[in-house]
């Protein structure tokens, strides 16, 4: 009757309950609960409602940590280890270990991310002319960065897939803003 009189009916077809009895709501617990997942993910396909909606509604937990963004978990400032092109690996070497992230980044023209150095970078090179080198010689030209406003949990996904342990976060030019390294992620409960 309800349904008839009803300008849109969303009918869930007649299935036995898995319970030996046929009594306990089962099957029709599920099917209820996949209806409910999908008219919520069918609103908010039609709203338009992103990640970033979700993060305002739901800052805390796991979930909440996927939802920062890298601007809000980079170090900045004087905790990033950059030195300019054409410094001397030994100068270079110095830096990336007092800021302990495991790399370096180099700067060229106006300050922008020119390219990187890892400890990897250092095992592959390592000789003994290595510290009278020139940055130039050993950095990864155009290394992977992220913008302020990337997720965690797709920083953590990218961090993943590129199989890197840092990463810096750039402006639209390419200016060094912060870095975010995977230990920061995994300790906000990230991944």
């Keep these: 009757?309800?349904?008839r009189a009803a300008d849109i009916v969303l009918e869930l077809p007649r299935a036995r309950e898995a319970c030996?009895?046929?009594?306990?709501?089962?099957?029709?617990t599920l099917l209820q609960l996949a209806l409910g997942d999908a008219i919520a993910i069918a609103l908010l396909e039609d709203k338009g409602f992103s990640a970033h909606d979700f993060r305002e509604f739901h800052p805390g937990g796991k979930l909440g940590a996927q939802l920062k963004l890298a601007r809000d978990i980079m170090h900045t400032g004087k905790s990033l280890p950059l030195v300019a092109a054409g410094t001397a690996m030994s100068e270079a070497?110095?830096?990336?270990?007092?800021?302990?992230?495991?790399?370096?980044g180099i700067t060229g023209t106006g300050g922008l991310l020119a390219g990187i150095i890892t400890d990897g970078d250092l095992r592959r090179h390592m000789g003994a002319d290595l510290t009278s080198r020139s940055v130039d010689q050993i950095m990864t030209r155009a290394p992977k960065t992220i913008a302020p406003d990337m997720l965690a949990g797709e920083v953590i996904e990218m961090i993943n897939d590129a199989r890197i342990t840092s990463v810096f976060v750039v402006d639209g030019t390419g200016l060094p803003l912060g870095l975010v390294h995977i230990h920061d992620l995994l300790r906000m409960g990230v991944g």
Excluded at 20 to 28: D, I, M, Y
Excluded at 93 to 104: L, P, Q
């Design 1 to 3: 009757t309800m349904g």
């Design 20 to 28: 030996p009895n046929g009594l306990a709501p089962t099957t029709s």
């Design 93 to 104: 070497i110095v830096e990336m270990s007092a800021k302990s992230f495991g790399c370096v």
